[in-house]
């Protein structure tokens, strides 16, 4: 079992429509979490982090953890054809020395 | 803004050449890390440093050394260069406590012929 999973995708989402990604973790002491947005050819950029349980929301992005399921998303809101991107969860397990990304979901939003 | 600078975009080296990725960053941080991504494999941690001089092995570290002897600057260095080694990488940077963001370079894509 990957200690980070996500769906490779693609996803595909009409434009103002709303965007959900889904992560699971195995490391059930994980205390940190990530989301990194990925233009092809580029480095991933840090779009939100989340510590707590429940809804973090930061404009058109909301992200969501439940650490009961081992589970973090993110949705975005009125997608833009600008989201199209790969998006990378990121955890940091309970040993604290390292965060570990998944492979990464490819969202496409079509106009 | 967090600055973390890579110094080369694009490398073409040739087997067995020792290859240095350097990587600097401007905003004090203590952590640096190196990153290789691959299509399909992801992100995977190469090397790590929490301070001068200190360095950790992550989960891909054969084939590859590390160098931090300033806390602004992490290298990255392969020793005999193989064509398994054609990637991106990715320097990173993090303050000091644990649960900081990682903040990426613009990355280096070295192919080895």
């Known amino acids: 079992q990957k200690e980070v999973e996500q769906n490779s995708g693609p996803l595909s989402v009409p434009e103002g429509a709303i965007a959900s990604l889904n992560c699971t973790y195995s490391d059930r002491g994980s205390q940190s979490f990530f989301w990194y947005r990925q233009y092809s050819g580029k480095s991933p950029e840090l779009i939100m982090f989340i510590y707590s349980n429940g809804d973090k929301e930061d404009g058109r992005f909301t992200a969501q953890l439940n650490k009961a399921s081992q589970y973090v998303s993110l949705l975005i809101r009125d997608s833009q054809p600008s989201d199209s991107a790969t998006y990378l969860c990121?955890?940091?397990?309970?040993?604290?020395?390292?965060?570990?990304f998944g492979s990464g979901t490819r969202l496409s939003i079509r106009p | 803004d967090v600055k973390v600078t890579q110094s080369s975009r694009y490398l073409v080296k040739r087997t067995g050449e020792k290859v240095f990725l350097e990587c600097v960053q401007d905003m004090d941080h203590e952590n640096m890390f190196w990153y290789r991504q691959d299509p399909g494999l992801g992100l995977r941690l190469i090397y790590f440093?929490?301070?001068?001089?200190?360095?950790e092995k992550g989960d891909i570290p054969e084939g590859y050394s590390v160098s931090r002897e300033k806390k602004e600057r992490f290298s990255l260095i392969l020793e005999s260069a193989s064509t398994n080694q054609t990637s991106m990488y990715l320097c990173?940077?993090?303050?000091?406590?644990?649960?900081?963001?990682?903040?990426f370079g613009n990355g280096t894509r070295l192919t080895v012929t």
């Open positions: 990121a955890v940091l397990g309970s040993s604290a020395s390292k965060i570990i």
């Open positions: 440093s929490y301070d001068v001089k200190m360095k």
């Open positions: 990173a940077s993090s303050q000091g406590t644990h649960n900081s963001p990682l903040h």
